[in-house]
């Protein structure tokens, strides 16, 4: 019946198209409901995350579904997760196949942040369930995965400074993904907002989870790592590009992460480094070139093919405080104190088998000094060949640098990273010294013009920090001058030092031999009196005087003494010298004085710091050209105990140009002569013992000179006194003292020994000649009797010896004074005239019976004859009769006849008075018979004996003393 069979037609189209409605429905609505319910459930009521969803579609039909503007914030209202639109496209047989089977998925615009918080988790893990290890991953099928203008941001908060990296308008194309598989091949491209490009592209899987492929990166620029955080590295990248091409394979490992890298080439140009906060680069890098690179993470090693830097441009300094700025450069990332600590990481072998240098540019400062120095080291080429972490095998260095734009420094061998040592063998050639200046200026007031280091040798460092240094060498062409006076200092053509061995740990330097050819020196004393050695030395020493000098503070409680240093070990065999000379100039004195040692040449062995040893030195030279110096003996140069036993002879040495000397401190200049001197200096335990030995050969002074540093002595008379009779003067200057007396100073004494020497010739002349020649303490004494002018035996004696002392001292004159004592010699002289006239009388009133002699005593042998001749001389003396005095009571005849006589003779005694003539009569009488002693028959030249008027002397004994006078 067709009405029943039209009934069931109709009504399984009905069926169909309710079921199709109802499909319909379900996927236009049903489907969107229940992804909105199910992100519901989860993220809201679950997780808490209010997210923003836009619409969501289906296609039933199609098997589309497009969802619009997702965004799930993370834990802290950040965005976690968003994308602008998502659109996939199922196939039917997703159905047949147990799982998803999805044609494409096309995201726009995602964006993902991500976050590794301080606890190491990743804030996405929030939002995934915990795996089930016995549950296999869902079966999915994705035939091409689309991302589209992808933005990704990581954050890693678990750094003590937080570190963000972001990604943009990337894009992703997957094809053939399955869940459980490890072939599904992708492809990513990727341009970043700074023009750096990434593709990467190859195989992986999810179940589990292996990846295997290729990774290209080009121009990756420092910018990006700028825009990823602070700190994201040790120091700044402030420009630079790179570019890495390479392969990685990657699968699950029980040891660590199963990731092998191996990198074909990574190439770095115009890279630049900064410390964190600096405005500019201290490190450039025109190429950095790494190739044939391996790094196995299962096995924690790396391997380095080749590492090549070229065109390196370093700039570097030392700070005051000895820092270096390069260490600035790397500041170690300091963990969270708060994040958990991290297991303890399997160590790493790093091998990179060949390392080079090539054309570096190094510019490094001093800024220590006063005056910064300044070492540039271009070009430089390093080469280093077989590092590795894994052995204690050395390595082979190579190097070689231009120092300055004129030296070169050249080093090859071998060092040892662990313990740090090596051995290397070190050539230098014509390394310029000037660039020390600055080491020395402020602690030497110097000006080192020229100067080149050459150097032939090894150097060896040992563990512990300890270098030592073989080889011979030279200092050629060195010149200096003072900054006072802009002259040379010291100089030299060659100083050339052979068998150097100097270590440091001990403190040590041995040489073998050491040749100075043509030194030179000048020594220059100042019109201050200061040298110019003090001054070069001592820059900043001033010369104050004690008395001007503000009263010292009060002493502080000592410091504990600081420990001694360590003495350091010298030693060298021989120093020869070659053509050596030296200027000297005194600007003390006025005129100038200058004089010079040429020709200066010989040897000095054996110098060493150790305490017993000794020196030999043998040196010879010309002072201005034509008078022999010799210097020979032995000292020790080095040791804290200082000794000496050295002669010194200089011969033949022209006085004239000591003008200058002798004007300033002797007032008077040299006309002619010269000198010959041997110096003998013995100093053991820094105790002197010197003597001088001086010769002066015709001696002449020349015009006087007004100088108030003269001595006020008699310098003519000294020189008249010292000099012999071949016009010679023969002395010696003996000098003690210690070394530790702050006022102790050679030629200081010298002259205080010849001053005192000096003083006690002109103060005390006649001893000195009486040492010399006979006749006492006592010869400038030519001694009288009361009222006589004859010489006794002993005065004659005097006068003999005198005689011997003028014919040895033809310089020297006397004056011989005419003296006389009216006290000593008046009463002599009258007396002997009263006496004389007594003796007249008496031979005039005797008459033809006076005889021959003894008149006076034949009259007083008849006291009335005698008494009558006083009677009479005593009329005729005060024109009268003497009237007696009355004879005393109780007095004899006899006895009053006597007192008369007496009373007579006293009175005829004080009328016989003396006066200046006869005084002065008797002085030159004694002056000419001194004179007569002096000149009859010994030769002296009468013109050198002088008769000088004198004042009365004061009487003192019994005889005078004629004092004679020299000049």
């Known amino acids: ?223 990006a790592i700028a825009d990823a955080g602070p700190n994201l590295l040790p120091f700044n990248v402030a420009q630079g590009t790179l570019d890495l091409n390479g392969r990685y394979d990657y699968a699950p490992h029980d040891d660590g992460l199963g990731l092998r890298l191996d990198i074909s080439d990574l190439t770095c140009h115009d890279l630049a480094l900064r410390a964190p906060q600096q405005a500019d680069s201290w490190l450039e890098v025109a190429q950095l070139q790494v190739t044939n690179t391996t790094v196995d993470f299962t096995a924690a090693t790396a391997t380095v093919g080749h590492l090549r830097v070229d065109g390196a441009k370093v700039r570097a300094w030392r700070e005051r405080d000895g820092s270096i700025n390069l260490s600035r450069l790397y500041v170690p990332l300091r963990p969270d104190p708060a994040a958990p600590a991290a297991p303890a990481a399997k160590p790493w072998t790093v091998n990179v088998p060949d390392i080079g240098l090539t054309a570096a540019d190094v510019t490094f400062r001093d800024l220590g000094p006063r005056t910064p120095a300044t070492f540039h080291f271009a070009p430089l080429d390093l080469t280093v060949t077989g590092y590795s972490t894994a052995r204690d095998a050395p390595l082979a260095v190579e190097l070689r640098a231009t120092v300055n734009e004129s030296g070169t420094i050249e080093a090859k061998g071998e060092l040892a990273a662990s313990p740090f040592a090596g051995r290397l063998a070190l050539q230098i050639d014509r390394l310029a010294l000037k660039s020390l200046q600055p080491y020395i200026d402020g602690r030497a007031s110097l000006r080192l013009h020229s100067g080149m280091l050459n150097f032939r040798g090894t150097t060896t460092l040992v563990a512990g920090g300890g270098v030592t240094l073989d080889g011979d060498g030279s200092v050629d062409e060195l010149r200096t001058t003072d900054n006072a006076l802009e002259e040379d200092f010291v100089k030299w053509r060659s100083l050339r030092f052979g068998g150097l061995h100097a270590r440091s740990m001990p403190v040590s330097l041995q040489v073998r031999e050491v040749l100075a050819r043509e030194p030179y020196a000048r020594v220059i004393v100042g019109s201050n009196g200061r ?57 003390s004195v006025q005129p100038q004085f200058a004089a010079g040692i040429h020709e200066l040449a010989g040897t000095i062995t054996g110098v060493s710091s150790k305490g017993d040893s000794r020196a030999t030195v043998a040196l010879a030279g010309k002072v201005d050209r034509f008078a022999p110096v010799t210097i020979a003996g032995k000292l020790n140069f080095l040791s804290a105990k200082t000794y000496a036993d050295v002669r010194m002879s200089f011969k033949n040495l022209e006085l004239t140009g000591l003008s200058p000397y002798s004007g300033k401190f002797a007032g008077y200049w040299i006309d002619k002569g010269k000198m010959s001197a041997d110096l003998d200096y013995r100093i053991d335990d820094r105790r002197i013992n010197a ?56 030629g200081k004494i010298i002259w205080k020994v010849f001053i005192n020497l000096l003083t006690k010739a002109v103060t005390s002349p006649f001893r000195l000649l009486g040492s010399l020649f006979g006749g006492g ?191």
């Not at 008369?900 to 018979?929: D, F, N, Q, V, Y």
Request: charged share 20%.
């Open 531 to 587: 040298t110019n050695l003090s001054i070069v030395l001592h820059p900043g020493q001033t010369d104050v005087d004690a008395s001007d000098a503000a009263p010292a503070p009060a002493t502080p409680a000592s410091p504990a003494p600081a420990p001694a240093p360590t003495p350091i070990d010298i030693g060298i065999g021989v120093v020869r010298v070659e053509a050596g000379s030296m200027n000297f100039a005194d600007f």
């Open 1 to 223: 019946m067709p009405m029943p069979r039209l009934t069931l037609s109709r009504t399984l189209l009905s069926s169909a198209l309710l079921a199709v409605a109802l499909y319909a429905i379900a996927g236009v609505w049903g489907v969107p409901a229940l992804i909105r319910h199910a992100l519901h459930q989860y993220l809201e009521v679950k997780h808490q995350r209010h997210y923003q969803l836009g619409e969501v579609r289906f296609n039933p039909f199609t098997l589309r579904l497009d969802i619009d503007r997702l965004a799930v914030p993370d834990a802290d209202g950040q965005p976690l997760l968003a994308f602008g639109h998502l659109a996939a496209d199922l196939r039917l047989g997703s159905l047949l196949k147990g799982g998803a089977d999805v044609e494409s998925v096309t995201i726009d615009a995602p964006r993902v942040r991500l976050i590794q918080r301080r606890d190491g988790r990743i804030n996405v893990m929030d939002l995934v369930p915990p795996s089930d290890p016995s549950s296999p991953m869902p079966k999915a099928w994705i035939h091409v995965l689309a991302i589209t203008r992808g933005e990704a941001e990581y954050a890693d908060q678990a750094r003590a400074t937080p570190f963000q990296v972001s990604v943009t308008a990337f894009n992703l194309e997957l094809h053939d993904f399955y869940t459980r598989s490890s072939n599904n091949a992708y492809k990513l491209n990727a341009r970043s907002k700074l023009d750096a490009t990434f593709a990467w592209a190859g195989t992986f899987g999810l179940d589990p989870v292996v990846s295997r492929g290729e990774l290209h990166i080009g121009n990756f620029r420092a910018e």
């Open 691 to 746: 003597n001088h030995h001086i010769v002066v050969n015709q001696l002449q002074l020349g015009k006087h000179v007004d100088s108030p540093d003269a001595t006020s002595l008699p310098i003519r008379l000294g020189i008249a006194l010292l000099k012999d009779s071949d016009g010679v003067i023969d002395i010696e200057l003996p000098v003690t003292g210690s070394l530790d007396d702050p006022d102790f100073r050679v």
């Open 777 to 967: 303490d006592e010869l400038e004494f030519m001694e009288f009797s009361a009222g006589d002018a004859r010489l006794d035996d002993a005065t004659r004696a005097r006068a003999a010896s005198l005689v011997k002392a003028l014919a040895a001292r033809p310089g020297l004159s006397i004056d011989v004074p005419m003296a006389y004592s009216t006290e000593l010699d008046g009463p002599a002289l009258a007396a002997a005239k009263w006496q004389a006239e007594l003796e007249t009388r008496a031979a005039r009133r005797l008459g033809a019976d006076a005889g021959e002699a003894g008149q006076l005593a034949r009259l007083q042998a008849t006291p009335a004859a005698y008494r009558s001749l006083l009677e009479e001389a005593y009329a005729d003396a005060f024109g009268h009769k003497a009237t007696m005095p009355a004879a005393q009571p109780g007095t004899t005849a006899d006895q009053a006849k006597a007192a008369a006589t007496a009373w007579l003779e006293s009175a005829l005694r004080s009328h016989a008075a003396i006066g200046p003539r006869e005084l002065e009569a008797l002085a030159s009488a004694r002056a000419s018979a001194v004179q007569a002693a002096l000149l009859d028959g010994t030769g002296i030249d009468p013109s050198r004996v002088f008769v000088v008027k004198a004042p009365p002397q004061a009487a003192t004994g019994d005889r005078l003393r004629l004092q004679l006078v020299l000049h």
